[in-house]
């Protein structure tokens, strides 16, 4: 490297100074933990657009079956075994069983299921009729933004089955010829919560008075237009969430009608989800 060459003038003398440049260090670096860097940074890029790329419409979708091991004896409690499965991909909370001509006694509520998670339940149900009834078992849920849904099934008790899946069908076993008189027209519903505007409590849109304050609620606008999105204008124009939970809805009724195999119907349903 060339020297750079000062003078300074110090009369009739000159003085020559050397100076020596320096060139720019080594860097001191470690070829695993620099390799260990991009590779971690990759990941996280990698993990970025993955959760980009997803689909920001998280719904809950039940699928249930119930299982009596022993015939359905009339005035006594019948154990039943009910497994619950979310196979959406978003979460479900406050899943309720309803009973209609039977009496239940055990967990009829499950406070909130994961997507891909299962919960089973072990109930006791009664009736106290002799003959033969229809009876309808109805599972209430809710997704995390407010969304109300719920599936029908129905079947006869008393009954002789003997280690048999019972409420199958939203038409009871035999029925067929009277299927529209029970059929659901609905698998998910839009029964809403409203905000108290003294407290800011969310109750039930069936409430006219508040639970918690007292005050009394404002009449309810009917918003079955937009799906339960709980928005603030109940005129708000249709998206991409209402149209994904319409869908949702006639898949559903499809299976329960028999116009969609379990096989059609998960194939479908994911296509619509992922």
């Known amino acids: ?29 470690n070829a695993e933990e620099l390799l260990d860097e991009v590779l971690a940074a990759k990941k996280m890029a990698d993990q970025t657009i ?16 119930a299982l009596q091991e022993t015939p359905f004896a009339p005035g006594e409690w019948n154990p039943v075994k009910i497994t619950l499965s979310n196979t959406g991909n978003g979460a479900a909370s406050t899943i ?53 849904f719920t599936a029908v099934r129905r079947d006869w008790f008393p009954n002789d089955y003997e280690v048999a899946n019972i409420f199958e069908s939203e038409i009871p076993p035999g029925e067929d010829k009277n299927s529209p008189l ?4 609905e698998v998910m519903h839009g029964d809403f919560h409203i905000i108290c ?25 009917d918003r079955r237009g937009d799906w339960g999105s709980n928005l603030d204008d109940p005129a708000a124009v249709q998206d991409e969430r209402e149209i994904l939970i319409k869908k949702l809805q006639k898949l559903g009724e499809l299976k329960d009608k028999g116009m969609l195999s379990d096989d059609e119907f998960t194939v479908a349903k994911a296509q619509l989800l992922n």
Do not use: W
């Open 96 to 148: 309720t069983l309803s009973f209609d001509n039977l009496r239940a006694r055990g967990q009829t509520i499950v406070e909130s299921l994961n997507p891909g998670e299962d919960k089973v339940v072990v109930i006791e149900l009664r009736s106290d009729d002799v003959d033969k009834t229809v009876s309808r078992l109805e599972v209430y849920y809710h997704s995390i933004e407010g969304d109300t």
């Open 1 to 29: 490297m060339a020297d750079k060459v000062s003078f300074t003038n110090f009369g009739k003398r000159k003085k020559v100074r050397k100076v020596k440049r320096r060139g720019p260090k080594k860097p001191n670096i």
């Open 182 to 185: 029970y059929q659901h027209r």
């Open 50 to 65: 993955e959760e980009s790329s997803s689909n920001l419409i998280a719904l809950p979708f039940l699928e249930f079956s």
């Open 197 to 221: 505007g003294n407290c800011g409590v969310r109750v039930p849109s069936t409430f006219r008075i508040c639970g918690k304050c007292g005050s009394r609620l404002q009449k309810r606008i």
